[in-house]
């Protein structure tokens, strides 16, 4: 079972940065891989970055250019950089995990974008 951990969200203003973090219970060197999907209120949850095991990297094109997601194998941990932040990319922010085709998810952690 693994286990992950957000940390990071909060209220940012529109054009301002925020970095996500999501540490993993177990090494992410083993993950399929890993990523940051995003719940906006009366919408479905939607991928917003995914770094595979080899390292490449997919983002949803509304976030292309702002976000980068990387991560810290030595710290088992995840990270999405957002910058440029939108007042529509105010969600929960749930971090994911594959490993042998199963995935895992976290608790979720709130985004909030206004002035």
């Known amino acids: 079972q693994v286990q992950l951990v957000e940390s990071g969200g909060g209220l940012v203003q529109p054009g301002g940065s925020l970095r996500l973090s999501c540490a993993a219970s177990e090494n992410i060197f083993n993950m399929n891989s890993m990523g940051w999907y995003r719940q906006a209120p009366g919408k479905q949850r939607e991928l917003v970055a995914v770094i595979a095991s080899g390292g490449t990297t997919t983002y949803a094109d509304s976030v292309k250019g702002r976000f980068t997601i990387s991560r810290d194998n030595a710290k088992n941990t995840v990270y999405l950089q957002m910058n440029s932040v939108k007042v529509e990319d105010t969600a929960v922010y749930y971090c994911?995990?594959?490993?042998?085709?199963?995935?895992?998810w976290g608790q979720g952690t709130q985004v909030t974008v206004s002035s």
């Open positions: 994911n995990a594959i490993r042998r085709l199963r995935p895992y």
